[in-house]
């Protein structure tokens, strides 16, 4: 198994840009990679907040600090979303905030579930939990895998994405946060381009403002959709941060859950995807692919 965080150089290439912990039998350490990751997307929490004061107290965004600082993007729905560059890579982050009315273990419960994505991405066709590294009350590790299908112009193009992913509660917060993988239950298929999840990719939840009933949401999108322009590529991931709108819909229109309702999409709901892909099998309990209506 092969854990990595790709990035574009000047070539387009993708190479690997983060030293990856293991043990000493030379194993991914998933416990010390899980902090390593929800170490970053904290810190950059922390540094989005400067970005909001100064636009709050009306700073002009161009006149302060380099290109690796977050800067104000723009507003919609009540969601401040925010970009920066890092490290030269052309594909950009952005990283949205907005409240959330319902209690933060609400919250962080349903977006710790796999299914939950299907709330906020219509692209999104089908979801399998490759594996379960470890599970407790406050913390699980996780390796995802989703199916995404879009068509442009008539022309359906397919994209995967397979990434490990902690999501804990900690110090008055919720943080979920991802890195792509590779695992040899999901190789990638030459019909299918593979997304690249950026370390620290994720969200932060806590409270709003002292108040347990509302929580405040921030998610941070840095994913390479792959053989797409940068420019294009920033467009859509531009809008990821919206995800905040989505979630704020489903949990203010219908009863808070921590798992999905039993109702939720199963295989039959779709016949497109064919059932023979070998990252489809299902050789364990938790690796069930489950498939959007």
């Known amino acids: ?4 965080m790709a990035t574009r150089d000047a070539s387009g290439s993708s190479q690997e840009t983060i030293n990856i912990p293991h043990d000493q039998h030379g194993n ?6 899980g902090r390593i990751l929800v170490e970053h997307i904290l810190n950059e929490v922390k540094n989005v907040e400067v970005a909001e004061r100064r636009h709050q107290s009306g700073e002009a965004a161009d006149v302060i600090g380099t290109e690796n600082d977050w800067r104000y993007a723009y507003e919609k729905h009540n969601i401040n979303v925010f970009s920066k560059k890092l490290n030269g890579n052309p594909i950009k982050c952005f990283l949205g905030r907005g409240v959330v009315d319902a ?13 939950s994505t299907f ?32 068509t442009n112009c008539l022309i359906k193009t397919r994209r995967d994405n397979l990434f490990f992913v902690r999501c804990i509660y900690a110090d008055g917060k919720y943080v979920q946060s991802a890195i792509s993988v590779e695992h040899p239950d999901c190789p990638t298929l ?3 381009k593979r997304i ?28 390479d959709p792959i053989e797409l322009p940068a420019i294009i590529s920033n467009r859509v991931i531009s809008r990821h941060p919206l995800a905040i709108h ?17 109702s939720f999409p199963t295989e039959d709901s779709y016949s497109e995807v064919e059932p023979k892909l070998q990252c489809f099998e299902e050789s364990s309990p938790c690796s069930e692919f489950i498939y959007a209506k």
């Open 119 to 150: 709330t906020w991405d219509n692209t999104l066709v089908g979801v399998r939990c490759v594996k379960v590294i470890q599970k407790s009350p406050n913390c699980a590790d996780y390796i995802w895998y989703q199916l995404y299908e879009s």
């Open 246 to 262: 989505y979630l704020r819909l489903h949990l203010t229109h219908r009863p808070v859950v921590a798992s999905p309702p039993a």
């Open 190 to 192: 030459p019909a299918i």
């Open 28 to 33: 991914v350490d998933w416990d010390a990679l």
């Open 1 to 4: 198994l092969v854990v990595f």
């Open 103 to 115: 209690p933060l273990r609400a919250v962080g419960d349903f977006t710790g579930e796999l299914q």
């Open 196 to 223: 690249r999840v950026y370390s620290g990719s994720g969200w932060v939840m806590e409270p709003y403002l002292g108040n347990d009933k509302k929580t405040l949401v921030t998610y941070l999108a840095h994913v």
